[in-house]
Nanobody
């Protein structure tokens, strides 16, 4: 059983920052953990992830340089630090575990993720 619980969302003005947390439990070793978001009326969009092998983060072009992923192994928790937020970043943010174990390369398609958290809402006002 895999459980992912996000927290940390909220309302912030443009230019502000938020840090999201994703607490994971169950079978996660050997799997990528990703962050994805979905705005109303839009498809789910990949934000960033962490490789299972080297735990190096990777990012979508839309957030690279503004968002940063980190991990606390002791707490089995990933963090998404979001800086310089824009109204376009408004969405429900999810963390998810990849479907394939020991996947080679980055996992950026939403259907490559199998287990999802309940999501946390981020709203950025102009």
């Amino acid at each position: 059983q895999v459980q992912l619980v996000e927290s940390g969302g909220g309302l912030v003005q443009a230019g502000g920052s938020l840090r999201l947390s994703c607490a994971a439990s169950g079978r996660t070793f050997g799997y990528d953990i990703g962050w994805l978001r979905q705005a109303p009326g839009k498809e789910r969009e990949f934000v960033g992830g962490t490789t299972w092998s080297s735990e190096v983060p990777y990012y979508a072009d839309s957030v690279r340089g503004r968002f940063a992923i980190s991990r606390d192994k002791d707490k089995n928790t990933d963090y998404l630090q979001m800086n310089s937020l824009k109204p376009d970043d408004t969405a429900m943010y999810y963390c998810a575990r990849s479907r394939e174990r020991m996947h080679a390369g980055e996992v950026s398609a939403h259907d490559e993720y199998e287990y999802w958290g309940q999501g946390t809402q981020v709203t950025v006002t102009s």
